[in-house]
Antibody, heavy 119, light 110 residues
Framework: QVQLQESGPGLVKPSQTLSLTCTVS??????????WTWIRQHPGKGLEWIGY???????YYNPSLKSRIVMSIDTSKNQFSLNLNSVTAADTAVYYC???????????WGQGTTVTVSS | QAGLTQPPSVSMGLRQTATLTCTGN????????AAWLQHHQGHPPKLISY???NRPSGISERFSASRSGSTASLTITGLQPEDEADYYC???????????FGGGTKLTVL
């Protein structure tokens, strides 16, 4: 059974870079069937799609975040990562990684990790 | 980025039927339908329906989904206390290649 697990600092200072990694276990990340996705949820708000990366490294980002995001994938480690630059308090959220099947849904989710942006 | 439209809240009684809606356009919900997620706070969201009315393994038959034009619906029959949660629809936009979410509906079981 495929499982995803986010890791990274829970506290990031304003203007710095938020870096998270999602480790995939129980299956290979090197599959053309899936899009490896980041989603976040601000406190008391709904889900927001951040972007996704394909096993080949092709990426698609939320236009509202595109200028600050870099996603990468390491198939040898079965991991994919999110870097969000120039963070502010507005980036404080629970960050989830998930597996997506195009035209279907997000069928496997990590537990989520809370990231707070504060000095 | 335009999202999908969901009513903020729905309240129904125990053992009753609730219908949640999700409205998009012809490039997203109207093209390939919507997926539905159930989210209990403190836990990750769970996929309960995809491409209109396909249920992942282990999801109760009390959950069923449908689509009419650019509006998707999730119907939950025989409401149970554990159904009280936030429900999100999602859909891929074929013109933008973006993944869209609805704002979520908070379902209260009275």
């Amino acid at each position: 059974q495929v499982q995803l697990q986010e890791s990274g600092p829970g506290l990031v200072k304003p203007s710095q870079t938020l870096s998270l990694t999602c480790t995939v276990s129980g299956g290979s990340i090197n599959s053309g069937a899936y899009y490896w996705t980041w989603i976040r949820q601000h406190p008391g708000k709904g889900l927001e799609w951040i972007g996704y990366i394909y096993y080949s490294g092709i990426t698609y980002y939320n236009p509202s975040l595109k200028s600050r995001i870099v996603m990468s994938i390491d198939t040898s480690k079965n991991q994919f990562s999110l870097n969000l630059n120039s963070v502010t308090a507005a980036d404080t959220a629970v960050y989830y990684c998930a597996r997506a099947i195009y035209d279907d849904g997000l069928d496997v989710w990590g537990q989520g990790t809370t990231v707070t942006v504060s000095s | 980025q335009a999202g999908l439209t969901q009513p903020p809240s729905v309240s129904m009684g125990l053992r009753q039927t609730a219908t949640l809606t999700c409205t998009g356009n012809s490039n997203n919900v109207g093209y390939q339908g919507a997926a539905w997620l159930q989210h209990h706070q403190g836990h990750p969201p769970k996929l309960i329906s995809y491409r209109n009315n396909n249920r992942p393994s282990g999801i109760s038959e009390r959950f069923s989904a449908s689509r009419s034009g650019s509006t998707a619906s999730l119907t939950i029959t025989g409401l149970q206390p554990e159904d009280e949660a936030d429900y999100y629809c999602s859909a891929w936009d074929r013109s933008l290649l973006d993944l869209l979410f609805g704002g979520g509906t908070k379902l209260t079981v009275l």
